[in-house]
């Protein structure tokens, strides 16, 4: 059921078993993962079923380190979230990512991989990615299409597949709305996480509207799915009892926060232009793939770096007088007279000279190396209050990126790493952007993050190391959990969203199990 907040039907009191805040990636893989469960099941959503200024208007705040690290210009604030813009990017973290990394202060996850890959499985599914993985030998290589034979101390070739985009907020709408032990308010904005006096226990959910109507949960289990920075601001939000916030007994709330450090690195002219298109996008069993680099596991223990990976983007030096002498000679071939032909003859005719260098110079292929790099967990990359208020009179949330030589250094190591093996190969001359070749801890600007914002309520065995446990409930708070990126740990490098989705199915897991169901 989809209940408006504001009007005068929707109850001001409501009870059910799970609360559940936020309706993104998340919040709604968990709650259509309890349908049909008999569990009382509300979801909160801030915005409506459309974008709206006003709502999105809540999520502005202070940026005061690094730029492109924005609230509002990158998550959106309605029902189906950051999934209304999504493009649909998908892969699964690698094993590396979750172990102990002894050359990565703070790293290691307390699961495996093998913890999340039955998770992953329906996260394809659910993201619309079909129910093939990630080999690419399966997929991409074969006796005509083979990749060049990059060492395996170097580089290793891997899979993204693309979802459609799935945005949630229309693709399970539906399911929702029928769903019999499922409610879902728009409109309606957590206030504030009432606790008992030890802070040990949420007891109540307090809400509010815009226009002003305010309204109490109560519920047996709170999950937290508001993204990589509102999930902390609302902890820190919630201290009446807690002055640092609610569950913030190690102070770690808003800490650590990561994006992945996106940018063209270098400029490649490709001896072999069929290479290339290997590394296009290809339909393989009616879903989109495409292969990238990624810098080898052996290659990160030798070099002491971080995970990154790189996309190839084909570069056509085509000017403005060959496009036209191409769209004569194409129209011609089809048997179709060009339009203004006389025009476009006479602007080829007048310049013979580009159109001899456009066509020497499109024998030769040329292409942009594009990173994507994990970040170092970072004390001081945080998320905290800000001194203004919202219109609730709430704190807004300030934003303070922050990367460390490390993260330079990993990024010039990998590059290295990928220019010697086309190198090697024989598969073109590598020259590195300027900025790469400064070993500093100076950055472009402004820097792509690729509004993947992590690690804020991190996952940790250990209360004094992070925010939530295993089964991501917040260590000292019985029953609130959280849901979504702030719980990585570390980041890897590919986009959050299929991991973010497998989390939440197995949180659902273990909710059930609460409720003695599966």
């Given at each position: 059921?989809?209940?408006?907040?504001?009007?005068?039907?929707?109850?001001?009191?409501?009870?059910?078993?799970?609360?559940?805040?936020?309706?993104?990636?998340?919040?709604?893989?968990?709650?259509?993962?309890?349908?049909?469960?008999?569990?009382e099941v509300c979801v909160f959503e801030s915005g409506g079923l459309e974008f709206s200024a006003n709502i999105q208007s809540l999520y502005e705040?202070?940026?005061?380190?690094?730029e492109n690290a924005s609230p509002t210009k990158c998550r959106l604030r309605y029902f189906g979230g950051t999934t209304n813009h999504w493009r649909g990017w998908c892969a699964p973290l690698r094993e590396i990512d979750f172990k102990t990394r002894?050359?990565?202060?703070?790293?290691?996850w307390p699961i495996r991989r093998s913890d999340l890959n039955p998770y992953y499985e329906r996260a394809?599914?659910?993201?619309?990615?079909?129910?093939?993985?990630?080999?690419?030998?399966?997929l991409l290589n074969n006796e005509q299409n083979r990749f060049p034979p990059f060492s395996s101390e170097k580089a290793d070739i891997r899979l993204f597949r693309f979802s459609p985009p799935t945005r949630f907020g229309q693709v399970f709408r539906e399911d929702l709305r029928k769903a019999k032990n499922i409610k879902v308010y728009l409109y309606a904005n957590l206030i504030q996480l009432e606790t008992n006096e030890s802070a040990s226990e949420v007891r109540t959910v307090q809400l509010q509207s815009l226009e002003g109507k305010t309204g109490i949960v109560n519920a047996r289990i709170i999950v937290l799915a508001c993204g990589g920075m509102e999930n902390a601001r609302l902890l820190l939000?919630?201290?009446?009892?807690?002055?640092?916030?609610?569950?913030?007994?190690?102070?770690?709330?808003?800490?650590?926060?990561?994006?992945h450090i996106e940018g063209y690195v270098a400029n490649i002219l490709v001896t072999d232009p069929d290479v290339l298109a290997q590394f296009s996008r290809h339909i393989k069993r009616s879903t989109q793939v495409r292969a990238e680099l990624a810098l080898s596991e052996q290659a990160q223990e030798k070099h002491g770096i971080l995970s990154s990976g790189f996309t190839i983007h084909r570069k056509v030096r085509d000017g403005a007088v060959y496009k036209a002498l191409r769209k004569i000679w194409q129209d011609l071939k089809h048997g179709h007279w060009p339009e203004n032909f006389s025009d476009r003859l006479w602007s080829v005719m007048a310049d013979l000279g580009s159109v001899g260098d456009a066509i020497y110079n499109n024998k030769k292929s040329y292409a942009r190396l594009y990173i994507r790099a994990?970040?170092?967990?970072?004390?001081?990359?945080?998320i905290s209050l800000s001194d203004r208020l919202d219109v609730f009179g709430l704190p807004k949330i300030k934003v303070d990126w922050q990367l460390t030589n490390f993260d330079k250094r990993s990024i010039i190591e990998s590059t290295y790493r990928i220019a010697?093996?086309?190198?090697?190969?024989n598969l073109g001359r590598v020259k590195l952007e300027d900025w790469v070749t400064q070993e500093d801890n100076t950055w472009p600007q402004p820097l792509w993050g690729g509004c993947h914002h992590m690690g804020t309520t991190r996952m940790s065995d250990d209360l004094n190391m992070g925010i939530v446990d295993i089964n991501c409930r917040v260590h000292t708070v019985g029953n609130l959990y959280i849901a979504g990126s702030s719980v990585f740990p570390t980041a890897g490098y590919v986009p959050p969203t299929l991991t973010i989705v497998a989390l939440a199915l197995r949180l659902s897991d273990h909710l059930k199990k609460q409720f003695h169901i599966g």
């Amino acid at each position: 059921m989809l209940v408006d907040f504001r009007s005068d039907q929707a109850s001001s009191n409501i009870d059910c078993d799970i609360c559940i805040i936020g309706a993104g990636a998340a919040g709604i893989t968990l709650a259509s993962s309890l349908i049909g469960s008999g569990i009382e099941v509300c979801v909160f959503e801030s915005g409506g079923l459309e974008f709206s200024a006003n709502i999105q208007s809540l999520y502005e705040g202070e940026e005061i380190g690094l730029e492109n690290a924005s609230p509002t210009k990158c998550r959106l604030r309605y029902f189906g979230g950051t999934t209304n813009h999504w493009r649909g990017w998908c892969a699964p973290l690698r094993e590396i990512d979750f172990k102990t990394r002894s050359w990565i202060p703070l790293s290691g996850w307390p699961i495996r991989r093998s913890d999340l890959n039955p998770y992953y499985e329906r996260a394809q599914e659910i993201c619309q990615i079909g129910t093939v993985g990630f080999e690419t030998n399966a997929l991409l290589n074969n006796e005509q299409n083979r990749f060049p034979p990059f060492s395996s101390e170097k580089a290793d070739i891997r899979l993204f597949r693309f979802s459609p985009p799935t945005r949630f907020g229309q693709v399970f709408r539906e399911d929702l709305r029928k769903a019999k032990n499922i409610k879902v308010y728009l409109y309606a904005n957590l206030i504030q996480l009432e606790t008992n006096e030890s802070a040990s226990e949420v007891r109540t959910v307090q809400l509010q509207s815009l226009e002003g109507k305010t309204g109490i949960v109560n519920a047996r289990i709170i999950v937290l799915a508001c993204g990589g920075m509102e999930n902390a601001r609302l902890l820190l939000l919630s201290n009446k009892i807690e002055p640092a916030g609610l569950g913030n007994s190690s102070g770690l709330i808003g800490r650590y926060f990561m994006q992945h450090i996106e940018g063209y690195v270098a400029n490649i002219l490709v001896t072999d232009p069929d290479v290339l298109a290997q590394f296009s996008r290809h339909i393989k069993r009616s879903t989109q793939v495409r292969a990238e680099l990624a810098l080898s596991e052996q290659a990160q223990e030798k070099h002491g770096i971080l995970s990154s990976g790189f996309t190839i983007h084909r570069k056509v030096r085509d000017g403005a007088v060959y496009k036209a002498l191409r769209k004569i000679w194409q129209d011609l071939k089809h048997g179709h007279w060009p339009e203004n032909f006389s025009d476009r003859l006479w602007s080829v005719m007048a310049d013979l000279g580009s159109v001899g260098d456009a066509i020497y110079n499109n024998k030769k292929s040329y292409a942009r190396l594009y990173i994507r790099a994990e970040q170092l967990p970072n004390r001081d990359s945080n998320i905290s209050l800000s001194d203004r208020l919202d219109v609730f009179g709430l704190p807004k949330i300030k934003v303070d990126w922050q990367l460390t030589n490390f993260d330079k250094r990993s990024i010039i190591e990998s590059t290295y790493r990928i220019a010697e093996e086309f190198g090697r190969l024989n598969l073109g001359r590598v020259k590195l952007e300027d900025w790469v070749t400064q070993e500093d801890n100076t950055w472009p600007q402004p820097l792509w993050g690729g509004c993947h914002h992590m690690g804020t309520t991190r996952m940790s065995d250990d209360l004094n190391m992070g925010i939530v446990d295993i089964n991501c409930r917040v260590h000292t708070v019985g029953n609130l959990y959280i849901a979504g990126s702030s719980v990585f740990p570390t980041a890897g490098y590919v986009p959050p969203t299929l991991t973010i989705v497998a989390l939440a199915l197995r949180l659902s897991d273990h909710l059930k199990k609460q409720f003695h169901i599966g």
